[in-house]
Nanobody, 126 residues
Framework: QVQLVESGGGLVQAGGSLRLSCAAS????????MGWFRQVPGKERDFVAR???????YYATSVKGRFTISRDNTKNMVFLQMNSLKPEDTGVYYC????????????????????WGQGTQVTVSS
């Protein structure tokens, strides 16, 4: 099982940008699909973006065109560049790893991911 640690969250004004990072342990990182989810209190964890081991990216409709997921397999890192942020983007952002079907693009439920980070808070003020 891979260990994941997120960083880069913070407070930003609407229209601003943030870049989240996720550091992964383990020698098989390049064979995983990676994803980002977000959660607000009292609600389910929502899919944000996913990138396969072949670097194919897939996004939630709400963030498409504003967010970009990327990965650096040489550094065991995955990133989420968030631009044009909106107050509704506020939440705890979680990094997750899918070791089982890493070449499938549209696996977007939390159950599809077997490893999770501890989360990083993103707050977008209006």
């Amino acid at each position: 099982q891979v260990q994941l640690v997120e960083s880069g969250g913070g407070l930003v004004q609407a229209g601003g940008s943030l870049r989240l990072s996720c550091a992964a342990s383990g020698r098989t990182f390049s064979s995983y699909a990676m994803g980002w989810f977000r959660q607000v209190p009292g609600k389910e964890r929502d899919f944000v973006a996913r990138i396969t081991f072949t670097h194919y990216a897939y996004y939630a409709t709400s963030v498409k065109g504003r967010f970009t997921i990327s990965r650096d397999n040489t550094k065991n890192m995955v990133f989420l560049q968030m631009n044009s942020l909106k107050p509704e983007d506020t939440g705890v952002y979680y990094c997750a790893a899918d070791a089982r079907y890493a070449n499938i693009v549209a696996r977007t439920t939390p159950a599809a991911f077997g490893s999770w980070g501890q989360g990083t808070q993103v707050t977008v003020s209006s």
